[in-house]
T-cell receptor, first 117, second 114 residues
Framework: EAGVTQFPSHSVIEKGQTVTLRCDPISGHDNLYWYRRVMGKEIKFLLHFVKESKQDESGMPNNRFLAERTGGTYSTLKVQPAELEDSGVYFC???????????????FGQGTRLTVV | AQSVTQLDSQVPVFEEAPVELRCNYSSSVSVYLFWYVQYPNQGLQLLLKYLSGSTLVKGINGFEAEFNKSQTSFHLRKPSVHISDTAEYFCAVTISGGYNKLIFGAGTRLAVHP
């Protein structure tokens, strides 16, 4: 069974450019999460989709970030225009929606390392 | 609001020595606790989790952690480490009964030397 897949693995862009990160969750997982780790600090929650709906986007830094999950399958996270402080590793995770919380586990992708220069 | 503090950013240790990675959390409500590991060039992998019940939790690769409610701690231990345990370890919490929106600590880099 394929795990959570993220594209690209690395991206280097100039300040002011646009970048789109993609996440393919595990098949059948309705929950999809985006997290970000900036330069050795803690991994921070960005947002949570349940199918195609945004359940919680309280962690999105500002309106330069736009996340979508059309059709409830893969998700994209676009940064436009990118700033230097957006550099970091962006993780995606997915999990099933089950009635017993103890059965859930969030599976993480390898992350996309974004460098804005 | 919840927060997680990992007290050591780096822990060097010799192979076959015991290790403890410390984690303290802050929360006004009940939480679930997790340890994740990230090996080089890989994603985060769940090591173990505490949801309820026995405060000593055993995970994969010989790791275990003990939940201490009075000290609000969830330290990770292994009695004898291997070179292959070299990785970054993250402690995380989430609110009991909620979605698994995780709040992470800053991570601890474990370096196992021969």
């Amino acid at each position: 069974e394929a795990g959570v897949t993220q594209f690209p693995s690395h991206s280097v862009i100039e300040k002011g450019q646009t970048v789109t990160l993609r996440c393919d969750p595990i098949s059948g997982h309705d929950n999809l999460y985006w997290y970000r780790r900036v330069m050795g600090k803690e991994i921070k929650f960005l947002l949570h989709f349940v199918k195609e709906s945004k359940q919680d986007e309280s962690g999105m830094p500002n309106n330069r970030f736009l996340a979508e999950r059309t059709g409830g399958t893969y998700s994209t996270l676009k940064v436009q225009p990118a700033e230097l402080e957006d550099s970091g590793v962006y993780f995606c995770a997915s999990s099933q929606v089950v009635t017993a919380w103890a059965d859930t586990e969030a599976f993480f992708g390898q992350g996309t390392r974004l460098t804005v220069v | 609001a919840q927060s997680v503090t990992q007290l050591d950013s780096q822990v060097p240790v010799f192979e076959e020595a015991p290790v403890e990675l410390r984690c303290n959390y802050s929360s006004s409500v009940s939480v679930y606790l997790f340890w994740y590991v990230q090996y080089p060039n890989q994603g985060l992998q769940l090591l173990l989790k505490y949801l309820s019940g026995s405060t000593l939790v055993k995970g994969i690769n010989g790791f275990e952690a003990e939940f201490n409610k009075s000290q609000t701690s969830f330290h990770l231990r292994k009695p004898s480490v291997h070179i292959s345990d070299t990785a970054e370890y993250f402690c995380a919490v989430t609110i009991s009964g909620g979605y698994n929106k995780l709040i992470f600590g800053a991570g601890t880099r474990l370096a196992v030397h021969p």
